[in-house]
């Protein structure tokens, strides 16, 4: 309890002097305040996560392909998913890394495993709290859609599309429905360590409660923009867990259940790029990444 309260201690302290020190700059919205969707605001919120211990172990370092060889069980123990993720990129492209035996997966075949334990890593890294069982399930079905190929496998989160159909696929297991944010997770943390150019690396917007939480207060302070691009807002689009839990309460098939998650999170990330555009335009500013909106959201609000 003492370390969670520090901890939280030392997160308001920060946001508090960065914003008293107008490194964090804001808009007015009723009685509080909301974080502007600017790059300087971007790179302030990045360097405070880069900087903060709770999260440094999870960025980008140099790795080295000998650390992993050497030892990789202790390798895949202390490094992060982006190490790992880093890791496939630059030395293990042609390497087997997917498992073949998904009743015992185990260190012991450590290639078979790297898909696993990105997933495991992630799901730690984010507090997810998803079951090994189902991480396990997750893996095999990777597996299965991109038939061992790593090549295929982000070929399929190049294509935005395909991209949305294996969200749907991770995310609905055996009739098993919290694997959403997870399932979005891994294709964000996949792309962003993967892919060199902006457009990839950015592909997918991470579905997490904070988020979901706080995006509506941008979706009404900034409503009017939205509805003069398009009229649907004159609603608030369904963005919390709740509503998606509501939406597909009752549907028994495993497909439709796939689409109807597939649905929900198309309509989340509009909401989230159109956001993005209408508050670059009305203050005439550069447009902020999917990745730089999840993280003012989340780490001003976590």
């Not at 498992?99 to 890294?125: M, P, Q, R």
Request: hydrophobic share 30%; proline share 1%.
């Amino acid at each position: 309890m003492y370390v969670k309260k520090y901890e939280e201690e030392i997160l308001n302290n920060e946001l508090n002097t960065a914003k008293n020190n107008k490194i964090l700059t804001t808009y007015s919205y009723k009685n509080e305040n909301l974080y502007e969707l600017t790059k300087e605001n971007v790179i302030n919120v990045e360097t405070m996560i880069l900087y903060n211990t709770r999260y440094s172990n999870f960025n980008d370092k140099d790795i080295s392909i000998e650390n992993f060889k050497n030892n990789p069980e202790e390798f895949l123990d202390k490094e992060s998913s982006t190490a790992i993720i880093k890791l496939i990129k630059n030395d293990l492209r042609n390497e087997e890394i997917f498992e073949t035996n998904y009743k015992a997966i185990s260190l012991k075949n450590v290639k078979g495993n790297l898909i696993f334990h990105i997933l495991k890593k992630i799901n730690k890294e984010n507090s997810t709290r998803v079951s090994i069982n189902n991480i396990k399930n997750m893996t095999k079905i990777i597996n299965e859609k991109c038939n061992k190929s790593i090549e295929k496998l982000f070929a399929i989160l190049e294509n935005i599309n395909d991209g949305y159909k294996l969200i749907g696929k991770l995310t609905v297991i055996k009739g098993n429905n919290e694997n959403f944010s997870l399932a979005t997770k891994f294709c964000h943390y996949m792309c962003i360590n993967y892919f060199d150019d902006s457009e990839r690396r950015d592909n997918y917007s991470i579905y997490d409660n904070v988020v979901s939480e706080n995006l509506p207060k941008y979706y009404e302070f900034f409503k009017k923009e939205l509805i003069k691009k398009d009229i649907k807002y004159n609603e608030l689009p369904n963005t919390k867990k709740d509503k998606l839990k509501a939406r597909i309460k009752k549907v028994t098939s495993h497909e439709e259940r796939e689409n109807k998650y597939i649905e929900f999170y198309k309509e989340y990330q509009k909401l989230i790029d159109d956001i993005r555009e209408v508050a670059a335009k009305k203050y005439n500013k550069q447009k902020i990444s999917r990745n730089g909106f999840d993280h003012i959201l989340w780490y001003t609000n976590k």
